[in-house]
């Protein structure tokens, strides 16, 4: 959590600014003590205790970072500095981020709130944070070398600008940008709007994170940063699955999810029992005549989307990227795929030369979750995650959606897992079993081909044996 300490301190000083006069000109002048995050945990909402008011977010394994105000000034300090972050409970990387974690805090502010950000770069190198999707002066948008110096390694630099339009941004770095996206740096924004919006509607849960990737070899702690497009951790928020935190609701709650791709890649979000519509993008609310229902959305390389719904039907329903290996944690691409072939006869003759081998894959790669496979230290499995009836088989980008009826407005504590009501959960049949019968009809090749293959070839196919324990 929050180093309540410095928390307290923090809010202190704003609390006295704002009340009395009694703060010295000096102590306003000075730079806003920064909040650290030691955990991972996903924090309670922030609510604002100064400024317009607005429904705060919930950052899925992250939180928002306080202000003080200064004459009517939100004032926000980040830190870019090296961090360690909990992956998944068992795993943690060495990354680049913003005040203790990456992501960096997310932002929280207000259409038409003048915002000021000291950015301090405790980095090993230069540094400059760009504003992603906000109207500002072009002094203010971050870019090192065309819109200001590089924010060189132990100088604060100090930006400024009013939060013109509500809606869904986020802030990253804009120096060295492959390398210090590569480590983790990034963080979410929202700005809330100042009253009624016509395009906004009100929600009760309002959910935030971003999705991103690294690529960390198997026991050890720091991403490979050149890396291009072979990553093999696929993450919210720098969290993968199982160490994801499901995103929990009252049933009937009108629920917005805010996500923003900072991968090199596509990625197909999809919700399980539900529809949404996509209310927003980082260009704005969009317009009504646009939405149409969706249970996929496609969210490019640097694209923000708002997904909308109302959570009306219970249980535990899947969230995840529809990509299958995106849904996986680190795993070796260059193995061939060996569903059907005997290896019977193999393994008693490798066993001498290797004594950890293992047959793997013959009946698929489910065989993996149950595997009393050694593996490195500081290494997540790559398909886990236990639920009620079993592993879940997955990782990387995938999480629950907790639809309860008894969750309290306002709860976002794990509800467990859903009780399904009698007779609703797929079973096993167990009466006999009709032959199959083989469809046939006319058709075939609309256009034959010509060459005719010299033998007529079949393959030979094992079918999987049985095996024990399903
Ligand atoms: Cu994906």
Avoid at 53 to 80: D, I, S
Wanted: charged share 20%; net charge neutral; proline share 9%.
């Amino acid at each position: 959590m929050t180093s309540r300490r410095d928390f307290f301190k923090f809010a202190g000083v704003a609390g006295g600014a704002v009340a009395t006069s009694s703060v010295s000109r000096v102590a306003m002048a000075a730079l806003p003590e920064p909040v650290i995050q030691t955990s991972a945990d996903t924090m309670a909402p922030l609510l604002p205790s100064t400024g317009h008011p607005y429904n705060p977010v919930v950052t899925l394994n992250g939180w928002t970072l306080p202000w003080r105000m200064n004459q009517g000034v939100k004032e926000f300090h980040l830190v870019a500095e090296p961090v360690v972050r909990e992956m998944a409970p068992g795993f943690k990387a060495h990354l680049w981020g913003y005040n203790g974690q990456s992501p960096g805090p997310t932002i929280e502010v207000v259409e038409g709130d003048r915002v000021r950000i000291f950015v301090t770069n405790k980095l090993p190198e230069h540094h400059a944070v760009h504003w992603h999707g906000q109207r500002l002066p072009n002094g203010m948008d971050g870019v090192a070398g065309l819109t200001q110096p590089a924010i060189a390694p132990g100088k604060t630099f100090v930006y400024e600008f009013v939060a013109r339009r509500p809606g869904t941004f986020m802030y990253h770095p804009h120096a060295d940008e492959m390398t210090q996206m590569a480590m983790g740096m990034y963080g979410f924004w929202v700005t809330h709007p100042k009253g009624k919006h016509p395009l906004i509607d009100t929600v009760q849960r309002d959910f935030c994170f971003l999705l991103n990737a690294f690529d960390i070899d198997p026991g050890s702690y720091t991403p490979k940063t050149m890396t291009m497009l072979d990553f093999n951790l696929w993450a919210w928020n720098s969290r993968i699955f199982p160490g994801i935190d499901s995103l929990n609701v009252r049933l009937g709650d009108k629920v917005r999810i805010r996500v923003g791709n900072l991968t090199m890649t596509n990625h197909p979000m999809h919700l399980h029992g539900h529809e949404f519509f996509i209310t927003g993008t980082d260009g704005g609310p969009t317009p009504k005549s646009s939405r149409w229902p969706e249970v996929t959305t496609d969210i490019g390389v640097g694209q923000m989307r708002q997904l909308e719904f109302v959570a009306d039907e219970e249980g535990d329903w899947a969230l995840h990227c529809h990509k299958s290996h995106h849904t996986m944690n680190a795993m070796g691409h260059a193995v061939p795929t060996l569903i059907g072939v005997d290896h019977r006869g193999i393994a008693p003759k490798i066993h001498p030369l290797i004594p950890d081998y293992m047959v793997m894959g013959e009946r698929g790669m489910a065989d993996m979750t149950e595997m009393e496979m050694p593996l490195p230290d500081n290494t997540i499995p790559m398909m886990t995650g236990q639920g009620p009836f079993g592993s879940v088989e997955m990782g990387g980008m995938f999480s629950v959606l907790k639809v309860r009826k008894e969750q309290k407005p306002g709860n976002y504590q794990d509800p467990g897992w859903f009780q399904h009501p009698a007779g609703t959960v797929a079973h096993e049949y167990t009466r006999p079993l009709a032959e199959p019968a083989r469809f046939k009809a006319e058709g075939g090749q609309s256009m034959p081909r010509v060459q005719k293959t010299a033998t007529p070839t079949s393959v030979q196919v094992r079918k999987p044996g049985a095996h024990r324990g399903h």
